[in-house]
């Protein structure tokens, strides 16, 4: 309990042994000197004596003194009937809106009961009268008053012996003078114009944030005795006082919730209503800071706030009640205050800048490393998880020599099983990972600790949350090896075990050896009987194959196999890479502190921007050399890693020389060489693309690709290369409506051999995947499709949105070019095939679209058109939705459809009131018939295969323009050199 140090002349915390009893009768006295204040406001004194040795207290007010006169219902003096009769009060009537701190007739007078000596002095300069009495042996004696003629100001005095036995006490001691002194000093930092003497001195307190501070004195003090430290600094004590009725302070607490409060000058231990309603905005305040801080952490509940708060509250309340006599606890409504005070947002921005965030953070961090250690490892010899197969010495005094096979999938840990059987069951272990493991940088302690991959990594190697390791003695296991696809979806498995480890154990990967790949050939070559060549050679780039093809005698005789992933290979293969270690196991180089930047790079959300550049400077052609002894991670990030993130922006974004993305490249390829000019299933033809391209993401994908190539309605292509035999979808559901793919054929359109020349394709440079050559990186057609038909792709890092364009414009302005420069192509505004609404340019790189829509009568109006890629199933569920009116009030009555798959056409019904109120804001507004679209966004591939964002359309064009001139150039020689 809080109490006055005389020593240290501030509050100290500490367990005291108290009777309420006694505490109370004293507290009494001292609320009454205080509730004075609210009768006379010209009150400004309170005395106080404590005199232990005599066991006597005295407390004295000035102001407006006990009036000496006689009751008239109950025939005596006043000062008599409240001091020296049960159950008299003037604070009964509970309809008087009173902000003091008696009100139930008992108060002062149990202070005189519990006495073996009670003395009441008054001064009354309105009667011109002074009252002097005493009461002896708990109140049963009274003593005749003494009534004299009033000399000086008014005041009023009591003195009193507390009956200490009756409290089982023989005399004061120690805790209670604490106690009563801290009440004093209470009364000296709340009742505000008050000056408090205790003992023949003024307190130097004179000010709630005065009195505060001696509270946070003792808090730093003990923290700076904690800690070793020789000074204590001091604290921050913010304080709040802009209602009249109310006072609010704030302080860091100690790491549990503190308060000090009062009522009316009632000292309100255990808090209350009061204190609940101001705790209580305060922890929404943090609870808000600390979210936006804490993204991913653990979830905090508000008492974790609370108990970083140490609150003081100073307040006056109507009518006031509590949960007993001892007032201990405030229980009025907050709707009962008599006053509403909300806390100044000024206040709460002082608070947020306390230690008390910084705290609530360091809390939050220790409540996550509790969670994250629950999954810690041991050095355990036996694991149950029927999915490891456990290295024999795993867990043992030899385990920091086993090794950790992690693999990609259950079919590569058969491979793995059947390599182990050849080298050293007793110190290799195999664990299939199931798909790809979680990347931790960004992901909640929720999702981390319940995350089975991970928390079974943990226990299988035996790690420990936030352990510092120098080396792998205590580990069940001291090496990890890494055993995926020779792919990008295998590269990015390892980057995010590699991701994992430096996030959660960045020590492992400064030890030596510690993290290891396995590497699977992609080629092999051999002489002779495959089961028993005379010569063979084993490739793990393409690079490095391709640069062994071209040298002489690597031709003829030579047979090979090309490896998809871990799958092709046998379990002969998998004992043969085995029994050579030292060729397909590949360390990683110890981490150095210039390469976590790298990590961050590749897999943290706030990167994004770095990550885009990063991209942008990726040249083609760039690989990891696997002939280096040991791998750097710089290596594995920027020539393997960043080759994943470049598939997924080749998938998503198209190349500027042909507008195609790679899925899209590979249909019109198959269509080329089978020369499709009948009818073919969209379902067969995907199986085709797939045999002839080596397309790897499903035959689903594709057949909707197949489909987008060839629509053709409004917001589809301009030029669709493609042509529909079937339902392709329409404006309807903006192609969702397609058809089946086993239901719809296509064929190439009759102009796609005048866009895309046969001449050019002599010229192009062509893929090749297994030893097959396959499309083109991109083909050179006679204009740029990627602004006919317009692109759109979110890819790592990279998004595009490039909207269509007339075939008639780009053929324009490449007129101009030949004709002339750059400078004298024209902007140009976007266009769709079919679109009937107005385009308007509202600056140089947004336009607007606009439906089509006219008052056709009173009470009716006509839509034809909608915005561009607004589709009129979309439409006509928002008319649906005004009807209901579930979300707003409807605004119409009725609409009528008149819809084709090609049309749009809808007549709507308004009463008189609506239509003037639709007429006056706009047609087009009250619909929602205006879309905007911004060229800012002009991603693609430029012709060396590298990331462009595109200023403007023309500088796209004037790239084409130079590519295609290029091959025109290319083919003229070509053609010359035929005929020579």
């Not at 915390?13 to 009768?25: A, C």
């Not at 150095?592 to 052609?621: C, M, N, Q, Y």
């Not at 997924?648 to 590979?666: I, Y």
């Not at 239509?915 to 800012?936: N, R, S």
Request: proline share 3%; hydrophobic share 35%.
């Amino acid at each position: 309990m809080w109490v006055y140090s005389s020593t240290t002349q501030a509050m100290e915390s500490r367990e005291i042994t108290y009777t309420p009893g006694l505490y109370k009768i004293f507290d009494e006295i001292l609320v009454n000197a205080a509730d004075n204040k609210q009768r006379d406001p010209s009150m400004d004194t309170i005395k106080v004596t404590i005199d232990r040795e005599q066991g006597e207290i005295s407390v004295q007010n000035n102001g407006k003194g006990i009036p000496v006169e006689i009751h008239g219902k109950e025939g005596m003096y006043i000062p008599e009937m409240i001091f020296g009769h049960l159950l008299t009060s003037s604070n009964y009537d509970d309809d008087q809106q009173k902000v003091t701190g008696g009100r139930n007739g008992y108060g002062a007078k149990l202070c005189n009961v519990f006495s073996t000596q009670f003395t009441l002095e008054t001064n009354d300069s309105t009667n011109g009268k002074r009252y002097k009495q005493t009461w002896t042996n708990n109140m049963s004696k009274m003593g005749k008053a003494s009534i004299t003629t009033a000399k000086g100001s008014d005041f009023t005095k009591v003195t009193f012996k507390a009956d200490f036995k009756r409290f089982n006490m023989e005399a004061m001691d120690d805790d209670f003078e604490a106690l009563a002194k801290r009440r004093v000093y209470d009364l000296a930092g709340t009742c505000n114009g008050v000056r408090v003497w205790l003992n023949g001195e003024r307190i130097a307190v004179n000010s709630f944030k005065k009195y505060m501070q001696m509270y946070t004195k003792a808090i730093r003090s003990e923290q700076a005795r904690e800690e070793g430290e020789e000074e204590a600094k001091k604290m921050d004590v913010i304080l709040t006082d802009e209602h009249d009725r109310w006072q609010i302070g704030f302080a860091v607490s100690d790491g549990s919730f503190q308060q000090v409060s009062f009522v009316n000058s009632i000292a309100t231990t255990t808090g209350g209503t009061h204190v609940n309603y101001i705790a209580d905005q305060v922890v929404d305040k943090l609870m808000d800071i600390v979210k936006k801080k804490n993204k991913g952490g653990v979830q905090l509940k508000n008492n974790h706030i609370k108990n970083h708060i140490f609150l003081f509250v100073n307040c006056l309340i109507v009518n006031p009640a509590f949960t007993s006599q001892t007032k201990e606890q405030l229980t009025t409504k907050v709707s009962q205050f008599g006053s509403k005070v909300t806390v100044s947002e000024k206040f709460l921005k002082e608070i947020a800048k306390t230690d008390a965030v910084k705290n609530i953070m360091h809390f939050a961090q220790q409540k996550a490393d509790q969670v994250l250690k629950k999954s810690d490892g041991g050095k355990r010899q036996r694991m149950n998880n029927a999915k490891l197969t456990d290295a024999n010495k795993a867990g043992t005094k030899d385990g920091y020599r086993c090794t950790l096979i992690l693999t990609e999938g259950d079919s590569a840990m058969a491979l793995a099983l059947a390599g182990r059987a050849v080298v050293n069951p007793d110190l290799f272990g195999v664990f299939p990972l199931r798909g790809k493991l979680l990347n931790v940088r960004d992901a909640s302690i929720d999702q981390i600790s319940k995350n089975t991959e991970i928390q079974n990594i943990k226990k299988f190697i035996g790690l420990q949350h936030k352990k510092d390791y120098t080396d792998t003695k205590g580990l069940r296991y001291g090496h990890i090896m890494i055993m995926t696809d020779q792919d990008h979806d295998g590269s990015h498995i390892k980057g995010l075990l590699i991701n994992f480890l430096q996030v959660q154990f960045p020590s492992l990967l400064k030890i030596d050896g510690f993290l290891m790949q396995f590497l699977t050939p992609i080629v092999k070559t051999w002489k002779g009987d495959i089961k028993k060549p005379t010569k063979s050679v084993s490739f793990f780039t393409m690079p490095e194959y391709e640069e062994w093809k071209e040298q002489p005698g690597h031709q003829k005789g030579w047979d090979h196999k090309y490896f998809k992933g871990l799958g092709t290979s046998r379990p002969e293969d998998a004992q043969v890479y085995f029994r050579d270690l030292d060729k397909h196991l590949k360390e990683f180089h110890t981490m150095r502190d210039t390469e976590v930047p790298l990590i961050e790079l590749a897999f943290s959300k706030k990167k994004a921007d770095a990550r885009k550049e990063w991209l942008r400077d990726f040249v083609p052609g760039t690989y990891i050399d696997l002939t280096t002894p040991k791998i750097s991670y710089d290596d594995f990030v920027n020539k393997e890693l960043i080759l994943f993130s470049m598939a997924d922006n080749l998938r998503s974004l198209p190349s500027l020389v042909d507008g195609f993305k790679p899925g899209q490249r590979k249909i019109i390829y198959t269509c080329f060489k089978r020369n499709l000019k009948k009818d073919t299933k969209v379902v067969d033809l995907a199986g085709s693309v797939t045999g002839l391209t080596d397309y790897a993401y499903g035959d689903a994908s594709m057949q909707q690709t197949i489909t987008a190539l060839a629509q053709n309605f409004v917001g589809s292509n301009n030029i669709n290369i493609l042509e529909p035999s079937g339902n392709f979808g329409s404006r309807l559901q903006g192609g969702a409506d397609a058809a089946s793919a086993r239901y719809i054929y296509t064929r190439l359109s009759p102009f796609a051999r005048k866009i895309f020349n046969p001449a050019d394709e002599a010229l192009l440079k062509y893929q090749v995947s297994d030893g097959n050559t396959i499309e083109p990186d991109w083909y050179v057609p006679i204009l740029p499709m990627v602004l006919v038909n317009g692109a759109d792709g979110i890819g790592t890092g990279w998004s595009t949105n490039i909207p269509n364009y007339k075939p008639e414009d780009i053929i324009d302005n490449l007129k101009r070019r030949m004709e002339g420069s750059k400078e004298d192509m024209v902007p140009m505004t976007p266009w769709f095939r079919g679109f009937t609404g107005a385009v308007e340019a509202l600056e140089e790189h947004k336009f607007k679209f606009t439906g089509t829509v006219r008052q056709i009568s009173d009470t009716e109006i006509e839509i034809t058109e909608l915005p561009i890629r607004m589709w009129t199933q979309v439409f006509k569920e928002n008319l649906e939705d005004i009807l209901r009116a579930e979300k707003v009030p409807s605004f119409i009555k009725d609409y009528t459809e008149y819809n084709t798959h090609e049309k749009v056409h809808f007549i709507i019904k308004m009463d008189d009131k609506h239509m003037a109120a639709a007429l006056a804001k706009g047609l087009e507004d009250t619909f929602k018939l205006v879309k905007t679209m911004t060229t800012t966004n002009l991603v693609a591939f430029d012709h060396q295969g590298r990331i462009q964002k595109y200023a403007t359309t023309l500088d796209m064009m004037e790239e084409f323009y130079q590519v295609r001139f290029k091959f025109y150039q290319m083919r003229k020689v070509c053609r010359f050199s035929l005929h020579a």
